[in-house]
């Protein structure tokens, strides 16, 4: 190895094809990796301060504005922190349509990063137009497999980005049967589209390198886990969601925005769609259990650069499900179920895209917010990205520093991390000195 | 001699304390992004692409609210290298939801958050672009609206005035045939002092318009503040009504304002 790059500092100072605002540094000294971080300097927003004193029915609509790419997972958790806070449970069509619009946000948000984001990567393209210059047939594809998902979103929300048609209890207004079935033709397209997606992405060539992660993710008695369920994970924890603050703990860093999440006496964890997969491999749907074989993938993936060949397979999945659940539906009586407030503190965690999104508050029994916490995926898998790079650097001391950022950029890619998401929930407490 | 080829617009595509959807409306454009994207040479948009060029730009669309010091620095550079500035969205627009801290005691305020201030660095308002910069146009809502969107660009790109219409949200409604919400139901709506560009999206919905496209032109706030007193709304309810998205929008501040025990 020649001595300068023994010693050198990898840097990226705004990182590309991310949500928000991040930079990555990393410094080896005498041939080791000496320190690692992933920096978010995006401004916080302080949400949790301002929910305090705003109506329960409020927080659906205020917390989606956190995340522009992941609006439905802000609405979903917080909808079931408060029907769990008033005792309410959201079941049958309410919940299959909950189920739907969080299909169509997977399908859009996993078609954006394995198209726009994270593919360039693979194939040494800056962005995904210039990808387009070459394979402009595949770039449409990986665009209109978004569009079908933000159809599905534009069809029960109103909008593809902050819809406005969820609510506690509910929805304001349901689709009729015709209205909802008329989604199922474009669907059948999409899912044949991510059958394709799996076969192309699993041809890409993937760098030697696997993890030992302890993954978490939800578990329901049935369903690949998108809204509810319990939490679980590769090595043993099995919590109700309402336990989830007893189980992890989080620290404030001095080069981060967001806070660093870790699971007390354990440390680093993982959230996101190869701890889904790991976790609920048997809960997937037939075809993309077959997908995943056919793709090579076992029934846990700990190699985080193949977690583009996972999303592939959950876009397959997402398609599925929606079509499964648009076939049985019969329209509702009503759009939402009644929620009365009373005071007490209601837990919600959904599966957003980028892995488990946990939403607590206490409220009183004229249903004002009195303590608001959100536990965004990106501040869980933040410890992990850290180690992810130390690791990867120190095993390739000898790439020079053109390959090794770029590399390094690609490993933080395999996160599809939303910093915008992880920095609104700078949530500090007090500290009395 | 053979002139030299015409040189391809130039677009940046910037971002300040924002969730990233307003942007995000620009990859939404599904069957156009390559089409656009041939148009003009996508000089700067970190959220597509690790290629980027210092500029000047022709056009760029600035999404988000100023909230550091270094961020008021940052635009102040970006508007010297734009030939025309276009903010995106209500944090670019009004300063955001985030703006609900200019109407707090900022000491408090601060105590409640933070656990170590010394890391972070913040102002304690959030402004809109213009509060900092000249801009050329606003293209209000949170989110954009792609449509509205792609006529922003599509004007820009031919040196003529957008054609976004500044009538309320209650147009619309009669244009898409609704029925109004507010007289046949009694549901609070801001749809008559709300900037038009959804469609009349909540109405539809059977939902009250909740102003995420901020003040229209000229809004008789105080009118509408009166008939939603008579549906039961509470000074509390108005305060909160007004204070979203567009909190720091003047009419809708004001508004609020008077409201205040």
């Not at chain 1, 997977?106 to 210059?133: C, K, M």
């Not at chain 2, 307003?22 to 690790?50: K, M, W, Y």
Request: net charge neutral.
């Amino acid at each position: 190895m020649s001595p300068d790059r023994r010693t050198r500092t990898i840097k990226v100072d705004a990182l590309a094809r991310v949500e928000g605002e991040g930079a990555m540094l990393i410094r080896i000294a005498g041939g080791r990796v000496s320190e690692v971080q992933l920096r978010i300097y995006e401004p916080p927003r302080f949400f949790e301060a301002f929910l305090r004193g705003r109506g329960y029915t409020e927080a659906v609509d205020i917390t989606s504005r956190i995340c522009g790419i992941c609006p439905i997972a802000y609405q979903m958790s917080a909808a079931n922190a408060m029907e769990d806070a008033c005792g309410v449970r959201v079941d049958g069509a309410l919940h299959d349509l909950r189920r739907i619009i969080y299909c169509g946000e997977w399908i859009e948000s996993h078609a954006l990063h394995v198209y726009l984001l994270h593919a360039p990567d693979f194939l040494g393209y800056e962005s995904a137009v210039q990808l387009a210059r070459d394979h402009a047939a595949i770039v449409q594809r990986g665009l209109q497999l978004k569009k079908a998902g933000n159809g599905l979103m534009a069809l029960l929300g109103g909008r593809e980005v902050h819809p406005i048609n969820v609510r506690v209890g509910g929805f304001y207004r349901v689709p009729t049967t015709s209205e909802l079935r008329a989604a199922a033709e474009p669907l059948k397209w999409a899912r044949d589209a991510a059958l394709e997606t799996v076969r192309w992405v699993s041809r890409f060539s993937f760098p030697d390198f696997e993890q030992d992660y302890e993954m978490v993710a939800l578990r329901h008695p049935s369903e690949y886990p998108i809204t509810e369920g319990r939490l679980v994970s590769t090595r043993g924890l099995d919590i109700a969601v309402r336990e989830f603050a007893d189980h992890v703990i989080e620290e404030h860093v001095p080069h981060s925005n967001a806070l660093h999440a870790a699971i007390r006496g354990r440390g680093t964890y993982l959230v996101g769609p190869m701890a889904r997969y790991a976790l609920n491999f048997d809960r997937l749907s037939p075809l993309a259990r077959e997908a995943a074989r056919e793709a090579g993938l076992g029934p846990v993936c700990r190699n985080p650069f193949q977690s583009i060949v996972v999303r592939a397979v959950e876009l397959v999945y997402a398609c599925d499900e929606a079509l499964r659940l648009i076939e049985r539906y019969e329209r509702p009586d009503r759009p939402a179920l009644e929620v009365p407030p009373r005071a007490a503190t209601g837990h919600g965690c959904t599966e957003a895209p980028r892995g488990i999104l946990y939403h607590r508050y206490t409220i009183d029994a004229s249903g004002t917010i009195l303590d608001a916490k959100i536990v965004p995926p990106t501040s869980q898998n933040q410890k992990a990205i850290e180690e992810d790079l130390a690791r990867f650097v120190q095993d390739r001391l000898d790439l020079p520093t053109d390959a090794m950022t770029w590399q390094c950029e690609q490993a933080i890619r395999n996160y599809d991390p939303c910093i915008s998401c992880a920095t609104h929930f700078l949530r500090l407490e007090v500290e009395q000195v | 001699m053979a002139r030299a080829q015409r040189q391809k617009p130039r677009l940046a595509v910037w971002k300040f304390a924002s969730c990233d959807g307003c942007q995000l409306t620009v990859l939404n454009l599904e069957d156009e992004l390559l089409p656009l994207a041939g148009e003009v040479e996508i000089a700067h948009f970190l959220e597509a692409s690790r290629a980027t060029a210092r500029g000047p730009y022709d056009l760029s669309l600035v999404e988000g609210s100023i909230t550091t010091a270094h961020d008021a620095e940052r635009i102040r550079q970006i508007r010297e290298r734009s030939r025309f500035l276009v903010t995106i969205g209500a944090c670019a627009t009004a300063g955001g939801i985030q703006a609900l801290r200019n109407f707090k005691d900022v000491k408090e305020f601060i105590s409640i958050v933070y656990a170590r201030p010394e890391y972070i660095a913040t102002l304690d308002r959030s402004t809109p672009i213009a509060d900092h910069v000249q801009v050329d146009f606003e293209l209000r809502g949170c989110p954009i609206d792609r449509g509205q969107l792609l006529e922003v660009l599509t004007a820009f790109l031919h040196g003529r005035r957008p054609n976004i219409p500044a009538h309320s949200v209650c147009v619309e409604c009669k244009r898409r045939g609704v029925v109004c919400v507010m007289v046949a139901r009694g549901v609070p709506c801001l749809g008559p002092v709300t900037h038009a560009g959804c469609g009349a999206l909540c109405p539809a919905h059977d939902r009250g318009c909740y102003g995420c496209f901020g003040p229209m032109e000229t809004p008789n706030t105080a009118s509408l503040s009166a008939w939603w007193r008579k549906l039961g709304v509470t000074d509390d309810g108005l305060v909160r009504a007004f204070r979203t998205f567009n909190a720091n929008a003047p009419e809708f501040r004001k508004e609020s304002e008077r409201h205040e025990p």
